[in-house]
């Protein structure tokens, strides 16, 4: 969830060991547990929290218009069946991202979403890539928005939600 959250307008909030996902409270007593860094589960974590900053700081989208309507679009705020929940994010200078959220264990094959023009789309983050500890399902790097129109976008796109992930794309 933390790709959801760093793609949501406003601005982050990570406790201190959450980018290691510490196990207990941090305790200004202690240190950081640093040894979990040894299980490749912890460390995909931190390398997620890595990238996620470096992503959020090279996309315009993701905060040059932060706190004004125009800055967020849902494309999908009603699948409670699936637990799929997309919105979009758009930049000042017409920079667009969507972030793509599948809420349930099951990978969603063939799963369709609207989005905002036609095209490539890349694939920035994927949560469950295998660098992050995950399964590595996802799009295989991009997907094409040529499909109807779709969540009351003009356009739409066949994807691969992975199971428990968030998946950023950008038009490429």
């Known amino acids: 969830l933390y790709a959801w959250m760093w793609a949501h307008p406003g601005k982050q909030l990570l406790f201190m060991g959450g980018e290691l996902a510490q196990e207990r409270e941090w305790d ?10 040894g299980d490749a589960g912890h460390a995909g974590v931190q390398q997620l929290v890595r990238d ?3 992503t959020y700081r090279e996309r315009a989208a993701l905060w040059s ?5 125009e800055g967020f679009r849902w494309l999908v ?6 637990n799929i929940a997309a919105f979009c994010r758009h930049g ?10 599948n809420l349930s264990p099951v990978p969603r094959h063939h799963h369709v979403v609207g989005l905002p ?10 949560t469950d890539a295998h660098h992050y500890g995950g399964s590595g399902v996802g799009n295989l790097g991009a997907v094409q928005a040529d499909g109807p129109p779709a969540h009351g976008q003009p356009t739409s796109a ?3 939600l992975p199971p428990l992930a968030v998946v950023w794309l950008e038009p490429a």
């Open 77 to 82: 705020s009603d699948d409670a069946d699936h």
């Open 117 to 126: 023009q036609g095209g490539t789309w890349r694939e920035v983050l994927n």
């Open 28 to 37: 200004h007593d202690r240190s950081l547990d640093w040894h979990l860094l």
């Open 65 to 69: 218009v932060d706190f004004e309507p």
């Open 92 to 101: 000042r200078d017409g920079e667009v991202l969507a972030c793509l959220a």
């Open 158 to 160: 066949t994807v691969t």
């Open 52 to 54: 996620l900053n470096h």
